[in-house]
């Protein structure tokens, strides 16, 4: 029997009455040994996360601000858990230790962790698991990065000795010993290294939804679930907006080959999305698997008279960004035009900057910088196959009387990237979805 390894997101954990479903899901299948939980998300719409609240502590401390009153509101979150469920246990302690160390400055990440430190707490009480804090199997490297091997290593010897365990998301140690957090959805990363580390058949990672659907359910009503997703369309559906699964939580289980089902935590009994490898299976009739979008793209169009006939005038361009430290997304470009595409927060401050040094680099006839670009990505192993999908989704656009502003396939025919005004965004996410769904 495989090991399978189950991530909790917030919103699956966000009460007792949650709690009680994630209990049973985990104890319906004793090869679920291996439990990942985020801090308690919204219970209904208006609410606020618990890492939220976390953050906003660590503000108030900054701001000099009082945070007895609204820490009682954390300290409850997880006190009516515990209630409801009946639990023998004082978390009082723990409370008063969190509150303290926020107060003496403790740190952002480390204020924001405790959601998923005590929430695994209270689960690993209520499961009757062992409880492996992060901070002793999750290792950063002095610059930050996430120091896989050493994880790998120490992750996989402390799992051997627990037949049933918890292990909060979302954080790890710094070798000072200072905790840090992935970044935001972060659990799903904890996820993946312990599914690696326990050598797992399979990480399920039990969400609000039945699955990663076609396209985002906040803004299309009701999207059909994809069947089985590939790790590189995954890549390209959660970089571009598709946020159910953190963009980098694949890394760990993908050289390993762990498959990844995304499953709902209120419909148990639905399939959910697989996750695999490769496939040479694709649905014929949708042939599209999915579509995202994500707003908040900049161009930067650079025009020259006899552009193309000067040898390294792209490099100079690319080297003025490499200064900056400024990555780009994508490089359309005519025979006296060049545009770069790239995310606008990273040149908020220094627009000037980057304007003069292309401008010093290579004397261009003109410059400019648009902001409003959205981007959406149209990914599908199955488009290579069939004929005119490209077509398809343009015809689709202009049909809705959007402006298409970019386009970039990639040479593995695996995505189609358009560019539109940001407020179009939802509107061109609609019409490609309906085009492709009947
Ligand atoms: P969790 O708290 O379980 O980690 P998240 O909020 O991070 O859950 O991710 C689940 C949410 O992602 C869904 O409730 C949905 O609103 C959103 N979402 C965006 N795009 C998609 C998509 N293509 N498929 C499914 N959910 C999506
Ligand atoms: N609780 C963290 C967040 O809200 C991590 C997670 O949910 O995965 O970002
Ligand atoms: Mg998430």
């Not at 900049?298 to 490099?315: L, Y």
């Not at 343009?394 to 502003?405: L, P, V």
């Amino acid at each position: 029997m495989g090991i399978k390894v189950v991530k909790f997101g917030g919103s699956s954990l966000a009460d007792a009455e949650h709690f009680r479903r994630v209990a049973a899901i985990v104890k319906a299948d004793p090869d679920r040994r291996f439990v990942v939980p985020s801090a308690p998300g919204k219970r209904f719409s208006e609410d606020t996360k618990v890492t939220d609240m976390l953050y906003r502590c660590y503000e108030m401390v900054r701001n000099r601000e009082d945070i007895t009153e609204y820490f009682k509101k954390i300290a409850k979150r997880y006190n009516d858990i515990i209630k409801d469920l009946g639990l023998n246990f004082d978390i009082s302690g723990e409370l008063d230790y969190v509150r303290d160390a926020i107060l003496h400055h403790s740190g952002r990440d480390f204020a924001a962790s405790r959601g998923e430190y005590l929430n695994s707490l209270i689960l690993a009480k209520y499961l009757g698991f062992d409880f492996i804090d992060a901070e002793s199997v999750i290792f950063f490297r002095e610059n930050g990065t996430f120091d896989e091997e050493k994880t790998n290593e120490e992750m996989a010897t402390e799992l051997k000795a627990h037949k049933y365990a918890v292990i909060p998301g979302f954080y790890g140690v710094m070798p000072n010993g200072t905790i840090k957090t992935f970044s935001r959805g972060g659990s799903d990363i904890t996820g993946s290294i312990v599914a690696r580390a326990a050598n797992a058949e399979l990480y399920e990672n039990w969400t609000d939804v039945s699955g990663f659907l076609m396209t985002d359910p906040r803004i299309v009503k009701d999207p059909k679930p994809i069947n089985t997703l590939t790790y590189s369309e995954l890549r390209e559906l959660s970089y571009m907006g598709a946020t159910v699964l953190h963009e980098e939580a694949i890394f760990p289980v993908r050289y390993a080959g762990i498959p990844i089902n995304i499953r709902n935590t209120n419909a148990p009994e639905d399939a959910g999305t697989m996750i695999v490898s490769s496939t040479n299976e694709y649905d014929k009739e949708r042939i599209i698997t999915g579509v995202a979008g994500k707003k908040g793209f900049s161009v930067i169009t650079i025009e020259k008279d006899m552009m193309n006939a000067e040898i390294g005038f792209c490099r100079k361009v690319l080297e003025v960004l490499e200064e900056n430290n400024i990555s780009f997304e994508h490089m359309p470009s005519g025979v006296d035009t060049m545009s770069l595409v790239l995310a606008t927060s990273t040149i908020e401050d220094r627009r000037e900057r980057l304007v003069n040094s292309i401008n010093r680099a290579v004397r261009p006839d003109n410059i400019s910088i648009e902001d409003g670009l959205a981007l959406l990505a149209v990914v599908g192993r199955g488009m290579v196959k069939a004929k005119g999908t490209a077509a398809r989704v343009f015809d689709a656009i202009s049909n809705a009387g959007i402006n298409i502003r970019m386009i970039d396939q990639g040479s593995s025919e695996l995505n189609i990237i358009v560019g539109v005004e940001e407020t179009d965004l939802n509107h061109a996410l609609a019409a490609i979805y309906n085009e492709f769904v009947k």
